[in-house]
């Protein structure tokens, strides 16, 4: 009998994220669990490094609750409007407290992943050579290639403490798809030494069995699944719901006053018990505007049967 991991996620952020830990919460443009990062929040966690891609929204939302000392990423920024207020501050400033920070491109954190998942001691990259990151992080660091055709740019490998990836569906043991435009979840969550799955909808087992390609972590490196409708919120799930591009622009005036961002952090985020008071905040009206005017479905594959 499979035993069940489905955790409520206060439960699964108090077990599993601890102070001081690298948390990544992966995902690229849909698929982020805001959910998660507000229960981080709300829990007071501290000296975090937090370790994402593209650190759009929920860091500059985390970073601003005060629990990270470090950032780890490839792209900053609101995607599309502007700026995040809370994390140019830290860097600008040093307000509150100094935030480190260590970039990469895209492929070097993709890299740095992949390195880490595999149990590597680097990854080779060559896209390094013109530009200016190796100068800027001395973690890039240039080496001989050990069959004599050149130097490449190695990346160290990256190895959360903890990640958290959003997805459709998750069956009872972990076992977790995602249909989509895919990045990084798969590397990251092979990488951690722990894994927090957060899904729109649990399934049974003989869902996950009839489309096992749509598997794209594993229910063995799994420590919880936690069920959290629109857990993704104000990014989107493809075929749940969409962008919420409204919040994306008021975001832009939210993060560019310290004082504006932190009553809006009492208002959604330490004023509220976890997503379902969320929701209700967010309205009804608004949430039904998000979701898909009509279906589109993939289509169906028969992998056959053989006697």
Request: net charge negative; charged share 25%.
């Amino acid at each position: 009998m499979t035993t069940s991991k489905v955790a409520s996620m206060r439960d699964a952020i108090a077990d599993l994220v601890r102070d001081g830990d690298t948390v990544a919460i992966e995902g690229f443009t849909h698929l982020i669990s805001f959910a998660a990062g507000h229960e981080i929040v709300r829990q007071g966690r501290r000296d975090l490094t937090l370790a994402r891609m593209t650190p759009d929204l929920i860091y500059d939302q985390m970073i601003a609750g005060g629990v990270a000392r470090k950032l780890v990423f490839s792209w900053l920024g609101n995607p599309g409007v502007g700026g995040l207020g809370a994390i140019r501050r830290r860097i600008e400033t040093g307000e509150p407290t100094p935030l480190e920070v260590e970039e990469y491109s895209h492929f070097g954190m993709v890299g740095r992943y992949t390195a880490g998942a595999a149990n590597l001691p680097f990854y080779p990259i060559r896209s390094y050579f013109e530009s200016d990151l190796p100068a800027a992080n001395p973690r890039i660091r240039e080496i001989e290639s050990p069959y004599g055709d050149g130097k490449v740019y190695a990346v160290p490998p990256l190895k959360p403490d903890v990640t958290i990836v959003h997805a459709q569906r998750a069956d009872a043991a972990g076992n977790t798809q995602v249909w989509g435009l895919l990045g990084c979840q798969k590397e990251a969550a092979f990488a951690a030494d722990r894994v927090i799955v957060v899904v729109e909808e649990l399934v049974d087992e003989a869902v996950v069995r009839a489309d096992p390609n749509r598997t794209i972590i594993p229910g063995l490196i799994v420590d919880a699944v936690v069920v959290e409708p629109f857990g993704a919120h104000p990014s989107y799930v493809q075929g749940a719901y969409d962008r919420d591009n409204r919040f994306y622009l008021d975001w832009d005036g939210i993060t560019r006053d310290e004082d504006s961002l932190q009553a809006w952090l009492r208002e959604w985020v330490y004023d509220l018990d976890g997503r379902p008071a969320y929701l209700e905040k967010l309205g009804a009206e608004r949430v039904a505007s998000l979701r898909p005017t009509a279906p589109a479905p993939s289509g169906v594959v028969d992998y056959g049967q053989y006697r």
